[in-house]
């Protein structure tokens, strides 16, 4: 025999609901039934809807027109209140960690007018018909981020999904050719080159459309409130990867090297599997290595003895940026890394950029 007890279901039923199975099977009408339980109309309407409480009479009444006892009504009442309730607390704990003032700052979430349509709202946006369902759906990611705590900043994973699953849904506007890992690998060297564009609008336009060719969703997308991630990439499908930025930094030489790293992620490592970058997460031989491929994507290996070696003054450093082919703000930051120029030297030479609401 199975115990119930513990028994926990993601959903709730009403009495109500009961009652009107009853009524088909019978083929009694609303109105005659609201006659003999000598009620209105919209008071049994309440009560078929889950919004009346089932009180000993009632519950007698409802014995005597429709066969149940009277505790079995009463308990069914019961249940259902003590299950909506503890499903409120859930799916309120849960919203109260979505970043839901920045989705809809962001234009990923339309206000909504009361709490229960803001909440079907953000299921929508992941695609999910319950919260247990998003978390089963985001485990890994709870896992992955749960440690990644600080006194100045809390990490949360519903924010980095949140960051996440908005990258999976532009993505799926991005047509792509399918996945070339020779040809993504070959154009690498032209986006290299856009590194000394200045003006966003002109290089990520470009940026996107080459990836794309290869098979490369590239998704810019802003991080929202709790969400530190600064780039990831994971494939969508066999034939199609997704490179996600966050631009957190706002400056090019973080922006580049994450790009780069995250094509690493790609090349090196193919499809096995998720990777997040962001401030507090772990480091691992992957991450080594995707972090080598940028850094010599950037400054190829006939040019790494002379960065090490570079006189650190501005004058140098635009020379050898100009003469490599890349920014002065990605030999800045490479520099830096190096701990050739602590990292308040230089930075006047890094491009900044902000986000245009």
Known sequence: MTSTQGFRPNWVSSPGETIIDILRERGLSEAEFAKRLGRAEGNVKDLLEGRATITIAIAQKLERILGASMEFWMLRDLQYRQNSARLHQVNDEWSSQLPIGDMIKFGWLAPAPSPSDEMDACLRFFGVSNVRAWHKKYAHLERLTAFRTSPSFESRPAAVATWLRQGEIEAESINCKPWNAKRFRKSLLYIRSLTREKDPSKFIPELTKRCANSGVAV?????????????????????????????????????????????????????????????????????????????RVLVPDKYQVELSHLRTDTRNVIRFARRIGVSPGIIVGQLQHLKRLRYNQLNSLKRRFKWIS
């Not at 530190?228 to 930025?245: H, V």
């Not at 090196?268 to 990777?275: A, R």
């Open 219 to 295: 998704a810019i997308v802003r991080a929202p409130n709790g969400c530190r991630a600064s780039g990831a990439t994971r494939f969508l499908s066999p034939e199609k990867a997704l490179l996600q930025l966050s631009f957190r930094y706002l400056t090019d030489d973080h922006f580049w090297f994450t790009f780069f790293h995250e094509a690493g992620h790609l090349l090196l490592h193919g499809e096995k599997g998720f990777f997040l970058e962001g401030a507090g997460m772990p480091t691992t031989t992957e991450e080594d290595e995707a972090n080598d491929f940028a850094a």
